[in-house]
């Protein structure tokens, strides 16, 4: 069982210790088609759950992608800025767009596991 968690705008999580790695699922890169542009939030910005932590621009459209957990940006995936392709061949992996500092782990239960995120998608 993987560790992930989502959200339903399509946001993944993976947390280790007080630090949460954010991304996009698959589902969202698939719909955005070939990204083309990933604005990164500046480290040391606080962030709110539900906000707008980044921004993706593929060939369809611009859009925001929104913090699924509140707290503080730690670190960025700068290799997004010269390959954000990146976010379409590995979602789940090296397209994470952000490190973000929990400012409340309770945020946390909130969000789908795979299973469940699987069955969200799915409905849609």
Known sequence: MSAIRY???????LVDGDTATVGISPYAQEQLGDVVFVE?????????????????ESVKAASEVYAPIGGEVVEVNNALTDAPATVNEDALGKGWFAKIKLANKSELDGLMDEAAYKAYVASL
């Open 7 to 13: 959200s339903k705008e399509h946001e993944w999580v």
């Open 40 to 56: 990164l939030p500046e480290i040391g910005k606080k962030i709110e759950k539900g906000k707008e932590l980044a921004v993706v």
